[in-house]
């Protein structure tokens, strides 16, 4: 397991090309990367990005600095995720992405089917089997340098696949892991940065994480200004209180993991609801787990130290967690198999 030294201040875990393609990851455990090797003959091997209407190397990838994308997060994004070859619900990632841009007034000048093949593409030229698959629509740049005037701005969209990043390392994912929640900051409110559209207004989640650093924890849950639970870097948070579930409704991205792990509860019978959580319920869980693509379903062994149930993953997330990755090699409507 990964010590408390090893801990980063960021919680996504790099996972580089060639011979180290693969995270360790527990033995007999459910998450186990394909057994293949890459072409190297090919520049595209390993990481491939879209841009402006190109494929290259991920190596080269490059965006303007005057993409209002980068000077004011002016942007929207999604990262989906393939698993054992196959890409898990893109179509989900696709209308959230839509969805926000709608929202945003951002125009992506291209159709759903449309970025899905470019995305596709990325992946089968990258020929990773296991890859983290990003797509960010901006507000992009204008003719003249800096150009401020929202109606001069041509609207971007970049897209990239990449080795696997984990938000919690494969370790952490089986055995648990530690969280804090910040004394310093809060989660944005819904009306400051809207939590539905996914964002790279990270300045609440990234405080967060290093005060989870200075604490020696892996990562943190933010409350928001009522106190109640809203999500932490990257991830949505789930509470199981006498074999309930429970995720809170507001201040937190409507996740595609946690959408995953709703559907899965309700197979298993489980009474899953969005609504309030309140800070007094975080601490009383019998199980907490952070989802999120980059990191499946992760149980949280510990809050601020203290122990959550007796201190191991508790039986129902392990539940949910092994169904979940179970999903990535069943066939059905949530994967498609890429064409390598
Ligand atoms: C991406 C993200 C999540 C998790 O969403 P998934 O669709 O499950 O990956 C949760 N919260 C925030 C703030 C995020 O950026």
Known sequence: MTSLSDIGTSNLVAVEPGAAIREDTP???????????LDTSSPFAGGVAWIEGEYMPAEEAKISIFDTGFGHSDLTYTVAHVWHGNIFRL???????????????????????????????????????????????TRGYGKRKGEKDLTKLTHQVYIYAIPYLWAFPPAEQIFGTTAVVPRHVRRAGRNTVDPTIKNYQWGDLTAASFEAKDRGARTAILLDSDNCVAEGPGFNVCIVKDGKLASPSRNALPGITRKTVFEIAEQMGIDATLRDVTSHELYEADELMAVTTAGGVTPINSLDGEAIGNGEPGPMTVAIRDRFWALMDEPSPLIEAIQY
């Open 27 to 37: 033995a007999g455990s459910v998450i186990q990367y394909s057994d293949y090797e």
């Open 91 to 137: 179509g989900d990632h696709l209308d959230r992405l839509l969805d926000g841009s709608r929202k945003l007034r951002l125009d992506a000048g291209m159709s759903k089917d449309e970025l899905a093949e470019i995305t596709k593409k990325c992946v089968s030229l990258s020929q990773l089997r296991e890859s983290f698959v990003n797509l960010t629509v």
